[in-house]
Every structure is written in C-alpha cells, then in structure tokens.
C-alpha cells in the first residue's frame, strides 16, 4: 500500500505540471519562466505546490530584487504556487558583490530583504565558491544566511534533479 502511495506521489507533480504552462519542470531548461511571468492574482482555489528555485540569468541587482520580491509574494501566497520548502536562490555571478559586508550600505534594502526572507525560512541563499574565489571573495566577508556551495551551476543542476522548477 505505502509503495503505491510513493508511486502516486512521484506522478502527481508531471500532472499538475502538464496542466498549466507557467511553470515548467526544472529539467527542461529550454523555456524557463521568469519571475514576471508568474501570475501575481488573488489565490485560485487551488495552490499547485511545488518545489522552485530562482532563475539568475542576467546577474543582475535589479532581476535579484525581483526575483526576492516574487519569492516573498509566493510565501504570502498572493500567487497560484505554493511550497512548503524554501525557495533556493542560487548566486554565481556578479550579484554576490551586493552581499559583501563591505557594498552593505549601498545594497542594504537588498540585503535586508533577503535576510529577512532567510530567515522567515522562505528563500535559501548559496553562492558559488568557484565565483567567489576568481574574484578574491572569502565566505567570511559574506553574512551568515549566505552559504557558499563548491559549484554553482552544479548546484542548481542538483536541485533539477531534485525536482526544483525555475521561476
């Protein structure tokens, strides 16, 4: 009985997937939602939960401040999507700058944003280790809720295989 269940389970997530187009399996890589393209209405009767990670494509403070706000109105469920794990924001470009103790004035909304979100357990922040140490960055000029993983794109290559979807 619990096998079945376990098999049911696994195929729930492909048909809630297959039925709406907005967000995509992590795995096809080829269309990936932005954060503009999730719809922001009230709740629809039903949330689809699932497990996402943040597209970081452009690098960029302001697409990381979007990114960070849509990752908030999904937790305060003012989107379709819910999750029940935090949302994985994983850095591996020039947005870790932002982070460093030394940018914290100029880049504090930011950062105070996504310390918060950490720390209501809604987002998980990591970096690229190999990123940070081609531009002379050590772990300790980043704030605690930072945590450095050894390759980024392998991170979120895992996270695919886990069954994280971009947004």
């Not at 376990?6 to 269309?31: E, R």
């Not at 591996?92 to 950062?111: D, Q, T």
């Not at 930072?146 to 390759?151: G, R, S, T, W, Y």
């Amino acid at each position: 009985m619990l096998r079945y269940l376990g098999i049911l389970l696994l195929l729930v997530p492909s048909l809630v997937l297959a039925k709406d187009p907005a967000i995509q399996p992590a795995v096809q890589t080829q269309n990936i939602a932005t954060a503009s393209t999730i719809d922001s209405s009230p709740k629809s009767d039903a949330q689809i939960l699932q497990k996402l990670q943040a597209n970081v494509a452009l690098h960029t403070l302001a697409e990381l401040r979007s990114l960070l706000e849509q990752a908030e109105k999904i937790a305060n469920g003012e989107t379709q999507y819910s999750t029940d794990e935090p949302i994985a924001v994983v850095l591996h470009g020039e947005e870790i700058k932002a982070f460093m103790r030394s940018n914290y004035r100029e880049n504090k909304a930011l950062v105070d944003l996504a310390a918060r979100l950490d720390a209501f357990n809604v987002i998980d922040v990591k970096v690229c280790k190999r990123w940070m140490g081609a531009n002379g960055i050590m772990a300790n000029q980043l704030p605690p809720f930072v945590e450095p993983v050894p390759f980024g794109a392998g991170e979120r290559e895992r996270l695919e295989k886990a069954g994280y979807a971009y947004f």
